[in-house]
């Protein structure tokens, strides 16, 4: 079955913050271009910045639900990021060199029996992604509608906080895609391994409350699973309404 590109979706910093994107240019062997450039280490974390590490290592919405309701935009040029949530004044900063500023401002969403925010990484060379391997998130609408029914409430896509949403396939359509490539636009990916979830998913992303159970509603397909990782294998452009094909 073939379907189409609903939305793209980076996110700038892992966990704190999301932007729409109408186009993008995927590199093999990269992360979507802008997402998880950096990654906030808490204060109890062994990262460095010299390698990947897993994301027990960093502030992240498992912890601090709040974070869910953060917006970002990246401007590239300036390299600086706008933060925004409902209930702060924005913040547009470098997290390169702006921690202070930034540390102040995320203070206020993360819960006092946390390990709190310490500092800001990257990796040179590839974004933070949950995956060991530079991974680009592929989701189903088809998957994500059924789980809003199972709950029985009208569930946001940002819950997942995904990469590529795809849309005409059928529920559960992509775990079939599992060690198959897959071309979206231009770009040819490999979906490598499913993606399983935790109580990130159960925050509410334009309040930071959680407020629906989606890991009981997974677990009555057998699973806590949404959405594949995949890997780009050949680079091209991607834009909203590209066609998605299984090759």
């Given at each position: 079955m073939t379907g189409a590109v609903t939305s793209l979706w980076r996110?700038?910093?892992?966990?704190?913050?999301?932007?729409?994107?109408?186009?993008?240019?995927?590199?093999?062997?990269?992360?979507?271009?802008?997402?998880?450039?950096?990654?906030?280490?808490?204060?109890?974390?062994?990262?460095?910045?010299?390698?990947?590490?897993?994301?027990?290592?960093?502030?992240?919405?498992?912890k601090a639900p709040e974070l869910m309701a953060i917006t970002a935009k990246l401007d590239e040029t300036a390299g600086t990021v706008t933060l925004s949530?409902?209930?702060?004044?924005?913040?547009?900063?470098?997290?390169d060199r702006d921690l202070a500023a930034f540390l102040i401002w995320v203070a206020p969403l993360m819960p006092a029996d946390r390990a709190a925010s310490a500092r800001i990484i990257r990796v040179p060379g590839r974004g933070m992604t949950d995956s060991d391997f530079p991974s680009v998130t592929?989701?189903?609408?088809?998957?994500?509608?059924?789980?809003?029914?199972?709950?029985?409430?009208?569930?946001?896509?940002?819950?997942?906080?995904?990469?590529i949403w795809i849309d005409g396939l059928a529920p559960w359509e992509e775990?079939?895609?599992?060690?198959?490539?897959?071309?979206?636009?231009?770009?040819?990916?490999?979906?490598?391994?499913?993606?399983?979830?935790?109580?990130?998913?159960?925050?509410?992303?334009?309040?930071?409350?959680?407020?629906?159970d989606t890991l009981a509603a997974l677990s009555h397909w057998g699973h806590q699973d949404f959405s594949v990782r995949a890997e780009v294998i050949r680079g091209g452009d991607i834009a909203l309404g590209d066609s998605v094909q299984v090759l």
């Open positions: 996110h700038p910093i892992k966990s704190h913050g999301r932007e729409a994107l109408e186009r993008v240019a995927l590199t093999a062997g990269q992360t979507l271009p802008g997402d998880r450039i950096w990654a906030v280490a808490h204060e109890r974390s062994a990262a460095d910045g010299s390698a990947w590490v897993p994301c027990v290592n960093f502030s992240r919405v498992s949530h409902p209930n702060l004044l924005d913040l547009t900063f470098d997290p592929l989701c189903n609408m088809a998957s994500h509608r059924a789980v809003s029914q199972r709950i029985g409430q009208d569930l946001s896509i940002h819950r997942w906080r995904g990469n775990f079939d895609w599992i060690d198959r490539e897959v071309q979206i636009g231009d770009a040819v990916l490999r979906a490598r391994e499913r993606t399983d979830r935790c109580a990130a998913t159960t925050a509410n992303p334009e309040t930071g409350r959680r407020d629906a």
